[in-house]
């Protein structure tokens, strides 16, 4: 499974090209749904590609994440996911470390 809970506070989600990313990120909402409160961190290295259905859906997670004072990290992203973000200028509006393990760190280690 590519959604785990790693600690009762933060979930890992490991995503994959369309469409594996649709139903993960599907499977996320409906766990903020059910009452699941957590950090998350999603972890890009396994996507080639990121369209803007793919986009439109991260940013309307860290819309939901903004709102329910949590946080969003994305990291690993393959060079051509990143320039995605860089065109999109979509680059500032998220939070991004080079590993999951450091992304789980920052949040250990409290808010940035």
């Known amino acids: 499974m590519t959604v785990q809970l790693?600690?009762?506070?933060?979930?890992?989600?490991?995503?994959?090209?369309?469409?594996?990313?649709?139903?993960?990120?599907?499977?996320?909402?409906?766990?903020?749904?059910?009452?699941?409160?957590?950090?998350?961190?999603?972890?890009?290295?396994?996507?080639?590609?990121?369209?803007?259905?793919?986009?439109?859906?991260?940013?309307?997670?860290?819309?939901?994440?903004?709102e329910g004072g949590r946080r969003l990290v994305l990291c690993t992203p393959k060079n051509k996911v990143w320039g995605v973000f860089l065109a999109t200028g979509l680059d500032s509006l998220f939070e991004f470390t080079p590993s999951v393990a450091e992304a789980l760190a920052r949040m250990q280690g409290g808010r940035a």
């Open 6 to 66: 790693w600690n009762d506070e933060t979930l890992v989600v490991q995503l994959a090209d369309d469409p594996q990313l649709s139903e993960d990120l599907n499977e996320v909402f409906g766990r903020l749904q059910s009452a699941c409160c957590c950090d998350i961190v999603v972890d890009l290295s396994g996507l080639d590609l990121l369209a803007s259905s793919g986009l439109s859906k991260l940013l309307r997670l860290r819309k939901r994440m903004i």
